[in-house]
Each structure stands twice: as C-alpha cells, then as structure tokens.
C-alpha cells in the first residue's frame, strides 16, 4: 500500500512520475477534461491544525476526481479528546478509503499508517510538509524546465517543516540547496545527516553566501503553528532571516522566489520582493491542487 507520510520515503522516481501526472491533471483541468478515477472513494481529512491551501485543496482535488472528502475537526473527534491513535487508525480504516492528516507529531502519521489498512497522507507535521513540496517542485519545473538538476534552491530562515521537506525533495530531484538560518535553528539533524550523505547541502549563518548562485529563494514564517506563544521572541532571533531585494540580487538573475503561505510581509519576506514574485508564488498555491491530485491517484490506486 502507497503512503505519503514523508518524501523520505519515497524513490526520486516516484517523485518524478508523480511531477509529470500532476502536469498531465493540471493540462486537463484546464482543457475541462472530466475524471471520475477515485469515484466511490472516500478521503478523510483530519486537521490538528489550520488550514486554508491544504483543506480547500484536498477538498477540491477529491471532488475533481470523482471521490468524497470529509472534513474531521479534531475539535470533534475523539482523537482531540485522547482516544489512541491506534484505535482511530483502525477504525476509520473500516469507513474510509484514506486519511490525510496535519498534525504536530510526525510519529502520529506513521502510527496511523502503522496500525490502519489504508493510503495515509501527511497534509503537514512538525517534521514535514511533503504535498508542498511537491506543488514547489511542480511550480520550479514550470518555470525553468523539466530537467531541474543541478539548479541551487537557497531556504532562508527557520530549519524547520519546509526546510526539512524541501532539503530532501530538491537533493532527490538532484538539486542543490543551501539553509540560511541563525544558530541553534538549523533542520532536522537526520534529515541534515542524510541530505550531505545524497547530495550537496550548505547550511550557514551567512545569507549572502547561501544566496550565491542560486536559481530559487524560498522562506516560511518565523513562528510554525505551535510556536505562536514564541512569536515575539523569534521576531527578534529571525529579524535578518528575510527575502528582500539584497538577498534576491546577491542571487542568479531571473530567480524564483517561491513561499509556502501564509506570508509575513515585513518579516520573512519584503512586500516588495513578495509583490514582485507574485506569479510565481500564486501559481506555487494552485499546483498544490494539482501535485495533490497526482499524490491521491497514486495512494488509492497502486
Ligand atoms: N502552505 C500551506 O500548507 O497552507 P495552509 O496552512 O493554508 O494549508
Ligand atoms: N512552517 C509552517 C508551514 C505552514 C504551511 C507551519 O508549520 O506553520
């Protein structure tokens, strides 16, 4: 059974394969090409967390394809009131034909896989955010070519979910990434262990050399969902962790400036910068649609 519980365990050519379906879904939206391949299949949806992109996304993609999905609120699952994963997993395993969750622990993802009977998808942890990093891969091969290799991605900011995730979804897709993050925020360091054992990553302190060179800047927010009570104080730590016009001219001309969203203008990234990159960065938000499509074809269907 196929899950997508993080891009670590997926093969660089199930990365690939799934690129190209989501370009093929994207070309057919468009065309107003009907499907019906997960009609009768249903998509549970569990959110610990908010949601605006991933929810309406999921959502949309499962009516595109003909399935049903259903909206789980942990306000009013017995799994907000602490019944055990295992339990849920095996339950919902009898209703549904898959789950997609966005939760804190990334363990919760791999226990619901673990003990359930059906394709899990991660729709965010603390750890991982695959399904977007799978829309930002989309959205690089749009706009500078399918052959992606070798290109630099620069992260600048928290070494958090996005960075983990786009570490080892661009090194598997053969590119280079270089971290600029203060001391003490670095990623993952299993994931950092791994990404300099597969390929070629930079982490420093140093943003004008993390910028050198590359082809795609990216940021996230200062403060993930969780860390809001942090907030002020990582305004502080992260204060020169920004996408503004040094960082985007200290890197190759025409570079792509991509963000996960929601945006922090001002904080993360210049109104300016953000403005100037909005193409990009609104296309990014729509392939989550298509690359989600592509992800739910293949965990209900190989
Ligand atoms: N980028 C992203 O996952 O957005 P949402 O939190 O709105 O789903
Ligand atoms: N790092 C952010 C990503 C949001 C899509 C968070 O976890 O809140």
Redesign the pocket.
């Known amino acids: 059974m196929k899950h997508l519980l993080k891009l670590l365990d997926w093969t660089p050519e199930e990365i690939a394969d799934t690129l190209d379906l989501a370009d093929k879904l994207k070309a057919e939206k468009k065309a107003g090409i009907k499907h019906h391949i997960l009609e009768g299949k249903t998509l549970g949806m569990i959110f610990q967390k908010?949601?605006?992109?991933?929810?309406v996304s999921f959502e949309v993609g499962m009516h595109d394809l003909g399935g049903k999905p259903l909206f789980l609120s942990s306000k009013d699952l017995q799994i907000g009131r602490g019944e055990p994963v295992q339990d849920t997993a095996r339950v919902l395993s009898r209703f549904l034909d898959g789950i997609m969750i966005r939760t804190f622990e990334q363990q919760e993802v791999e226990d619901l896989a673990k003990y359930g009977s059906i394709p899990i998808i991660n729709g965010?942890t603390d750890f991982c955010?695959p399904c977007?990093v799978l829309a930002d891969l989309q959205t690089i091969r749009e706009y500078k070519g399918k052959d992606i290799k070798g290109l630099k991605l620069c992260y600048i900011g928290d070494g958090n979910n996005m960075a983990n995730s786009l570490i080892v979804g661009c090194i598997k897709m053969g590119m280079k990434v270089a971290i600029a993050c203060p001391k003490g925020y670095e990623p993952d360091e299993t994931v950092v262990a791994w990404a300099k054992e597969n390929g070629e990553l930079l982490i420093t302190e140093d943003i004008i050399e993390a910028c050198k060179g590359s082809d795609v800047l990216y940021t996230d927010v200062w403060a993930s969902m969780g860390q809001e009570g942090e907030a002020e104080e990582r305004k502080k730590i992260f204060k020169d962790y920004q996408i503004n016009d040094a960082a985007v001219e200290a890197s190759n001309k025409g570079v792509m400036v991509l963000h996960?969203?929601?945006a922090h203008r001002g904080e993360e990234i210049t109104e300016e910068v953000l403005e100037a990159h909005a193409a990009e960065i609104f296309d990014e938000a729509e392939n989550r649609l298509h690359a989600q499509k592509a992800v739910l074809v293949k965990c209900f269907t190989e």
Do not use: E, G, K, V
């Open positions: 908010s949601s605006t992109r991933t929810r965010l955010h977007q996960c969203l929601p």
